[in-house]
């Protein structure tokens, strides 16, 4: 008997929920802060994790730090994705990947299994090459993260051009993005496919959550790149689930990681209620 599986958007609401956390914990193991080696690599971000977690919601390992390792970096990402499941954590993999329909469907086959709960992409080749990923998530109960409106200084030479038709290029990203995940909406109201829209961009939030309803939304940015948790109300006019923040330096860095993670969960809680 084949069972269906738990929407993403079901799942991230019940962990929401459950852990009253929307912090997501970034491993970014930088060899200057992380050391250099697959063994320096383990033992820090092993330890990042367990002192963290309590306050989190999730972890998004970025895979550019990993891959970096060879075969031993794989094998790491695997071992820490599945340390955080046991320690109650979803897992995003920060990859975000992006290529025609047999290439992403490649792609999906090997990131979009295991231990990884969600995964970021890159919508930038259109429908055909965003659907492979769109029809693996939502396969097994998984969930993605289009790329939107992203946090970093560059973004809007390309990503706040006008169009022809009238908008700025990240909104009609937007609305594709809310096309693909419209079939994936679970009993929470929220979708399977959801955005990445930087903390860094406030102003863009109220429009972008129009457009996207019923897309979680994933947002880099808050803390080392300057994004504030009281500047992100918007993106919870859906609910307390409707977001989740990504912190990775100001968390990583810290003196006491576990507070960072702490003080950071409570001023959401706090700007989401």
């Given at each position: 008997?084949?069972?269906?599986?738990?929407?993403?958007?079901?799942?991230?609401?019940?962990?929401?929920?459950?852990?009253?956390?929307?912090?997501?914990?970034?491993?970014?193991?930088?060899?200057?802060?992380?050391?250099?080696?697959?063994?320096?690599?383990?033992?820090?971000?092993?330890?990042?994790?367990?002192?963290?977690?309590?306050?989190?919601?999730?972890?998004?390992?970025?895979?550019?730090?990993?891959?970096?390792?060879?075969?031993?970096?794989?094998?790491?990402?695997?071992?820490?994705?599945?340390?955080?499941?046991?320690?109650?954590?979803?897992?995003?993999?920060?990859?975000?990947?992006?290529?025609?329909?047999?290439?992403?469907?490649?792609?999906?086959?090997?990131?979009?299994?295991?231990?990884?709960?969600?995964?970021?992409?890159?919508?930038?080749?259109?429908?055909?090459?965003?659907?492979?990923?769109?029809?693996?998530?939502?396969?097994?109960?998984?969930?993605?993260?289009?790329?939107?409106?992203?946090?970093?200084?560059?973004?809007?030479?390309?990503?706040?051009?006008?169009?022809?038709?009238?908008?700025?290029?990240?909104?009609?990203?937007?609305?594709?993005?809310?096309?693909?995940?419209?079939?994936?909406?679970?009993?929470?109201?929220?979708?399977?496919?959801?955005?990445?829209?930087?903390?860094?961009?406030?102003?863009?939030?109220?429009?972008?959550?129009?457009?996207?309803?019923?897309?979680?939304?994933?947002?880099?940015?808050?803390?080392?790149?300057?994004?504030?948790?009281?500047?992100?109300?918007?993106?919870?006019?859906?609910?307390r689930a409707g977001a989740v923040v990504a912190a990775s330096r100001s968390i990583m860095t810290a003196a006491?990681?576990?507070?960072?993670?702490?003080?950071?969960?409570?001023?959401?809680?706090?700007?989401?209620?």
């Amino acid at each position: 008997m084949t069972v269906n599986p738990v929407p993403f958007g079901d799942r991230l609401a019940q962990a929401v929920a459950t852990r009253s956390s929307q912090v997501v914990l970034g491993l970014d193991p930088d060899p200057r802060i992380a050391g250099e080696g697959p063994e320096a690599v383990r033992g820090f971000c092993e330890g990042l994790l367990r002192a963290a977690a309590p306050a989190c919601v999730a972890v998004k390992p970025q895979f550019a730090w990993f891959e970096r390792l060879g075969a031993p970096g794989w094998e790491l990402v695997r071992h820490l994705a599945e340390l955080a499941g046991e320690l109650g954590l979803l897992v995003i993999a920060d990859a975000k990947r992006g290529d025609i329909g047999v290439t992403a469907g490649a792609y999906a086959e090997a990131l979009l299994t295991g231990p990884f709960d969600a995964l970021t992409v890159n919508p930038m080749l259109g429908s055909d090459a965003v659907e492979p990923f769109v029809a693996a998530a939502r396969g097994t109960g998984r969930g993605l993260f289009v790329l939107v409106r992203t946090s970093n200084p560059g973004a809007a030479e390309l990503q706040d051009l006008e169009l022809a038709s009238g908008g700025p290029w990240h909104e009609a990203v937007a609305a594709k993005v809310a096309g693909w995940g419209a079939a994936g909406v679970g009993a929470a109201s929220l979708s399977d496919v959801g955005a990445v829209v930087g903390a860094t961009v406030p102003g863009h939030l109220a429009r972008l959550r129009g457009l996207m309803p019923q897309q979680p939304l994933l947002i880099p940015g808050v803390g080392a790149q300057g994004g504030r948790p009281e500047d992100l109300g918007p993106a919870f006019t859906t609910g307390r689930a409707g977001a989740v923040v990504a912190a990775s330096r100001s968390i990583m860095t810290a003196a006491d990681p576990r507070a960072a993670a702490e003080d950071l969960r409570e001023r959401l809680w706090e700007v989401s209620g």
